[in-house]
């Protein structure tokens, strides 16, 4: 038959017209808000660092793939994500040669060194924030106020952690809902990443699991380790990275669990990591470093969470 859909082959037999590609796009499209946002509150600033971000994100997958002797898929938009959540994840200051580095750790080491597209065993994107956060740790903290005069500031979890933070106020619920606060690229506005949030659930490139659990976990755990004080529960959930890390980053097909128990288990996992780190670490920010090590634990995750397989092949006694 020449129709593909009628022939008879093993299990499985769901098929899907989805596709590398359409999927990219969609996440891309997704993005687009929080884009906007970064360079309304942080000027042309930010949309130089993502160019330059998503540029050598590109030439790295090229090169990679032409040095490999692969098909160039540069085409299927990863690349283009990839390069689009390490801008997001970057101060408005870092100098633009610090983000290409990051661009290129991320593709080169992070991604085409376990395989490539779909092989990746943690997110391409929050290992190169992490690598980038180690090697300069100064630069990837200078935050800037949303402005045209860019006046140092600090970060509402700083001020909640004490950290930097000396005769600093927290801003109103409004400003870090909207995203006029100090803080990276793309994770100031929780307005327009859940805009980006909403419209992958619609086109059904997400599930609600990870986020939904992830985000209530961290609000719950806040609530409790804060003495059950709920004046604070807000700045957690909208301030920091934990929209942009619960919505596009923790969801990566790749590096997080399958099956829909092991999902919410992994946003648990993160949720209770970034909480713990916010409140007992060094550091006011917990959510790259949570997603991580919960990417690392996926396969553990997968095998206990599988469900049982029916006519498969019986062991031999």
């Not at 750790?105 to 597209?117: D, E």
């Not at 991580?292 to 095998?303: E, F, Q």
Request: contains cysteine; proline residues 5%; charged residues 10%.
């Amino acid at each position: 038959m020449e129709n593909s859909r009628f022939l008879v082959s093993s299990s499985p037999h769901i098929r899907s017209g989805e596709s590398t590609r359409r999927i990219m796009m969609d996440v891309a499209i997704a993005l687009l808000p929080a884009l906007f946002a970064g360079i309304w509150f942080f000027g042309l600033r930010a949309l130089w660092l993502t160019l330059v971000a998503v540029g050598f994100a590109v030439a790295s997958e090229i090169a990679m793939q032409k040095l490999m002797k692969r098909p160039v898929t540069v085409s299927d938009f990863s690349a283009v994500v990839t390069g689009l959540l390490i801008a997001f994840n970057v101060p408005s200051t870092l100098p633009l040669w610090m983000v290409a580095i990051g661009a290129m750790f991320a593709i080169v080491i992070a991604k085409h060194c376990f395989g490539g597209v779909g092989h990746n065993f943690i997110n391409p994107a929050l290992a190169a924030r992490a690598v980038l956060l180690a090697s300069w740790p100064v630069d990837m903290t200078s935050w800037v106020q949303p402005g045209v005069d860019a006046v140092a500031t600090t970060t509402p979890l700083a001020i909640l952690k004490g950290t930097e933070a000396v005769n600093q106020v927290l801003p109103n619920v409004m400003d870090l809902f909207v995203g006029n606060v100090g803080g990276c690229i793309g994770e100031t506005s929780a307005l327009a990443l859940l805009i980006g949030g909403l419209y992958l659930l619609y086109r059904r490139v997400i599930s609600y699991r990870i986020p939904v659990t992830y985000i209530a976990t961290v609000g719950i755990l806040a609530f409790v380790f804060s003495g059950f004080d709920l004046t604070y529960i807000p700045y957690h959930i909208l301030a920091g990275g934990l929209l942009l890390g619960a919505i596009f980053m923790a969801t990566d097909y790749s590096s997080s669990p399958m099956t829909a128990k092991g999902q919410v288990i992994f946003a648990i996992g993160c949720g209770l990591l970034t909480t713990v780190i916010r409140f007992y670490g060094g550091y006011p920010e917990g959510v790259s470093y949570s997603i991580l090590l919960m990417n690392i634990a996926t396969p553990l995750i997968d095998r206990f969470t599988l469900p049982r397989k029916f006519g498969g092949v019986k062991k031999s006694a």
